[in-house]
């Protein structure tokens, strides 16, 4: 999917002078193995949006900058991804395993610098404001996971407790993220279609992601219409650089 390609080489792009080259080795590897359906869906976004403006007003919209909507998809996916990779960590906490050699550090580090990264490129946008929401109802709901978790002994029937519907908060809350960034680059609202179709695949999906192609099909839109073939994005300041 075209789409998806464009949007992992905008994230290559937006991380590339991470240092040092172990961390940005590592940050690379989340991304070479992600699923692309946020930063997909974002560009998606501003292509529908862009395209139902356009349909409703007598005069053409002024087009928009590919490497704007390049940059701000690569926002989206970034802070899924250190997002996510903190969930695993929060999870498997691998910094206890006495033979990790320190890799769980390293990764704590990386998922800190593509989320901070991710805020770096969308914070002039409308979205900001649902970015931040983002990652503070990630934060609720893995404290409030935690807790659950830890009162499991105490309950008659542990089997009982549901942490996926928690951790798949994430999913949908980045979905939203994606729709609402798209349309913002572009400067306009939400398609609500879009809105709905995100909540129904983050009902379809759960907590993890499929491959882009396997959900985002039915939104490719016309090669006339798409808002981006091979831009790049706007080199970001390293959240390393002091």
């Known amino acids: 999917m075209e789409t998806a390609d464009n949007c992992r080489r905008a994230a290559f792009e937006s991380v590339a002078d991470v240092e040092p080259p172990r961390l940005h080795d590592l940050v690379e590897s989340v991304l070479e ?15 529908t949006a862009a395209s139902d403006a356009r349909a409703t007003l007598e005069e053409p919209t002024d087009e928009f900058a590919p490497e704007t909507v390049h940059a701000h ?15 695993t960590l929060a999870h498997e906490e691998p910094w206890t395993d006495a033979d990790s050699n320190g890799s769980g550090d390293l990764e704590i580090l990386a998922a800190d610098i593509l989320v901070a990264r991710g805020f770096y490129l969308l914070a002039q946008t409308d979205a900001a404001d649902k ?27 542990p089997d009982e407790i549901d942490t996926t519907t928690l951790d798949a908060n994430l999913e949908r809350d980045v979905l939203e993220l994606a ?14 279609g879009l809105l ?8 379809d999906v759960g907590p993890a992601f499929p491959p ?11 090669s006339s219409k798409r808002p981006l073939e091979d831009g790049t994005t706007d080199r970001a300041t390293s959240a390393t650089d002091h």
């Not at 729709?179 to 400067?187: D, E, I, N, W």
């Not at 709905?196 to 009902?203: I, P, Q, T």
């Open 196 to 203: 709905a179709f995100a909540e129904d695949l983050a009902r």
């Open 212 to 222: 882009t192609e396997e959900c985002l099909t039915d939104l490719e839109p016309p």
């Open 131 to 157: 970015a931040v929401r983002t990652v503070q109802a990630f934060g609720r709901d893995q404290t409030k996971r935690a807790d659950l978790l830890s009162d499991v002994d105490s309950l008659d029937d």
């Open 73 to 87: 998809a690569a926002g989206v996916q970034l802070i899924y991804e250190g997002l996510r990779l903190t969930r």
């Open 33 to 47: 193995t992600a699923s692309m359906v946020p930063g997909a869906l974002t560009l998606e976004s501003a292509a």
């Open 179 to 192: 729709v609402l960034t798209g349309a913002a680059t572009v400067g306009e609202p939400a398609p609500p």
